[in-house]
């Protein structure tokens, strides 16, 4: 093996160590049996959604692994291994790998990584099943409207009354 096929894949092991210390939600899982027009439409979902989504050789990814002090996801990089790294979004990964999942029996998901924390299958399900931050902003604004719509009617049923007995 020549050394520039050495130095690329230290190269490749760096990027993806960092990519799984960068990422604020990462999502591993097996691919096979996919076609090719399946997976397209997959990564175009997840590239719309900001994620990045790769195939590495497993070996590259234990080598990483234990490089970000994550050697607990040694025991899912076995067969064909892709991982969906989010910068930004927690759940869109999740989500969108649950989401598609539930449609395409190939894919299935193996493990992750949540905020720094190996999560499981069951976790992974858990966070795709939460509502979308723009979903929580909008049951937050909800929350904050209720009780200024209550005393808005409080206040409007008052001034009936007294508008009522006025007259």
Same mark, same amino acid.
């Given at each position: ?9 230290? &190269?490749?092991?760096?990027? =993806?160590? /960092? ?13 096979? @049996? ?15 959604? @900001? ?60 493990? @992750?990584? =949540? &905020?720094?924390? =190996? ?9 795709? /099943? ?32 007294? /508008?009522?007995? @006025?007259?």
């Amino acid at each position: 093996m020549s050394t520039s096929a050495i130095e690329r894949k230290k &190269e490749i092991v760096q990027e =993806i160590t /960092e990519k799984l210390k960068n990422s604020v939600s990462t999502v591993i899982v097996d691919y096979r @049996g996919l076609n090719v027009q399946e997976v397209t439409e997959l990564r175009k979902q997840l590239r719309e959604a @900001g994620i990045d989504f790769k195939v590495y050789k497993n070996t590259l990814l234990r080598r990483a692994a234990a490089e970000a002090d994550l050697e607990g996801l040694n025991e899912y990089f076995v067969g064909p291994t892709a991982i969906a790294f989010s910068k930004e979004d927690v759940v869109a990964p999740a989500k969108l790998l649950h989401n598609f999942a539930k449609d395409h029996d190939a894919l299935q998901i193996k493990s @992750g990584v =949540i &905020e720094g924390a =190996i999560a499981s299958v069951d976790d992974i399900k858990a966070l795709a /099943e939460l509502p979308s931050r723009e979903g929580l902003l909008s049951m937050l604004l909800s929350v904050l409207q209720a009780p200024m719509r209550n005393f808005a009617l409080a206040v409007k049923a008052v001034a009936d009354q007294k /508008e009522e007995q @006025g007259a």
